[in-house]
């Protein structure tokens, strides 16, 4: 089993946070470390697939973790434009609100790399992000705000560190790499965020 190394810090987030995290964090190694052939079936087909698959000076490893960050960013940026509105704890819509900003522009960035290499992912959310996202949106006050803080708050940005720490140092574009350190401080921070928002929010329960 292919697994991603972690911090102790991130090691201690894994332990409040489902299981499955540790899954998803293993799949995201084995993707970029690996050299997988081939990807989770959510991020397959793009816009524009025969331009992205002769896409020129982007290996299939880097336009395969390209595509699947630009899903989770662009989930990332629209589960907390919902936050901002429907949490009850005002400290977690502020939360959200960084959170969004941060990976609306993020996502930017990495459109912007993508179209110069002749690629355009799905403008819609991948349908395992579209799951997360509906049921998200049927919780209702105390459950809503666990559920965000759980997934997008802990599970998805411990997730998202490893991918990004892995392609830092492993992608073979230039510019891919740039935006992996670029982005790494800012998931840290929201990691240490959620971490301290977490031990104060009202009714919080780390298990799903």
Known sequence: ??????TGQESAVMNQVPFRAACIV???????????TSMPQDYVAVDGSTAAMGAPGMSAADRRFALVAAGTTR?????SELAMSEAADPRLRDFARMVAQDQQASSEELLSLLRARGIEPRSGLPPAKQEAMSSLAARDNGQFDNQYMRTVGMRDN???????????SSASDPALRAWAEKNL????????????????????????
């Open 1 to 6: 089993m292919c697994r991603g190394r972690r």
């Open 26 to 36: 293993g799949a995201f190694g084995c993707l970029i470390v690996s050299g997988c």
């Open 75 to 79: 989930y990332d940026v629209r589960a």
């Open 158 to 168: 411990v997730s998202d560190i490893v991918l990004l720490e892995q392609t830092a």
């Open 185 to 208: 401080p800012k998931l840290r921070a929201r990691q240490t965020a959620a971490q301290e928002l977490s031990k104060t929010m009202i009714g919080w329960d780390p298990i799903e």
